[in-house]
T-cell receptor
Framework: DAGITQSPRHKVTETGTPVTLRCHQT?????MYWYRQDPGHGLRLIHY???????DKGEVSDGYSVSRSKTEDFLLTLESATSSQTSVYFC????????????FGDGTRLSIL | GQQVMQIPQYQHVQEGEDFTTYCNSS?????IQWYKQRPGGHPVFLIQ?????EVKKQKRLTFQFGEAKKNSSLHITATQTTDVGTYFC???????????FGGGTRVLVKP
């Protein structure tokens, strides 16, 4: 498996609190992605990064922000968590081109009460 | 925006039987990728198809990319219990920098 570590693996928090999820890679890949997975919706792209400090929105970016200050780290922040953001969050990386296969981390299960 | 649909959403298969899952895009794709996610796991890349009409095989799995590059299929022969999981198709549009996933086909195998 590709060297991708997501932290934390599980988190329970309350509505209105800020939450930051971390994705760390050891592959030196240029592209990094954040997805959420919900029953019946497959995987939906939240944000992605194509280089240090270069990010763009996906299809479900409202309520989320990201930062990438180093090649190896991609952070996803929920500024004020809502119950609708309860989900499983996956980070993925891909190599030389944006249309290359993606390799996923083990996911973070986030519950917002 | 680009939409990718998969059918069926669920597939109950008797061990040893064959089945097919289908993937349809609202727009022409530059490629199609297939992933498998075991229960409780993360998606794992299986294969990528790029050319119109392309067919690729991996042991008992056969993947096809449609002539118009808007649809794809995955056919599994002689299903085994190890095939349990959710199979996702995903495609890149013309811009190539965002991968759109279908909703997945969850496969359950009856021994």
């Amino acid at each position: 498996d590709a060297g991708i570590t997501q932290s934390p693996r599980h988190k329970v928090t309350e509505t209105g609190t800020p939450v930051t999820l971390r994705c760390h890679q050891t592959e030196n890949h240029r592209y990094m992605y954040w997805y959420r997975q919900d029953p019946g919706h497959g995987l939906r792209l939240i944000h992605y990064s194509y280089g240090v400090k270069d990010t763009d929105k996906g299809e479900v970016s409202d309520g989320y922000s990201v930062s990438r200050s180093k090649t190896e780290d991609f952070l996803l922040t929920l500024e004020s968590a809502t119950s609708s953001q309860t989900s499983v969050y996956f980070c993925a990386i891909s190599g030389a081109g944006a249309n290359q296969p993606q390799h996923f981390g083990d996911g973070t299960r986030l519950s917002i009460l | 925006g680009q939409q990718v649909m998969q059918i069926p959403q669920y597939q109950h298969v008797q061990e040893g039987e064959d089945f097919t899952t289908y993937c349809n895009s609202s727009t022409t794709l530059s490629n199609i990728q297939w992933y498998k996610q075991r229960p409780g796991g993360h998606p794992v890349f299986l294969i990528q198809l790029v050319k119109s009409g392309e067919v690729k095989k991996q042991k008992r799995l056969t993947f096809q990319f449609g002539e118009a590059k808007k649809n794809s299929s995955l056919h599994i022969t002689a299903t085994q219990t190890t095939d349990v999981g959710t199979y996702f198709c995903a495609g890149h549009g013309a811009a190539g920098n965002k991968l759109t996933f279908g909703g997945g086909t969850r496969v359950l195998v009856k021994p």
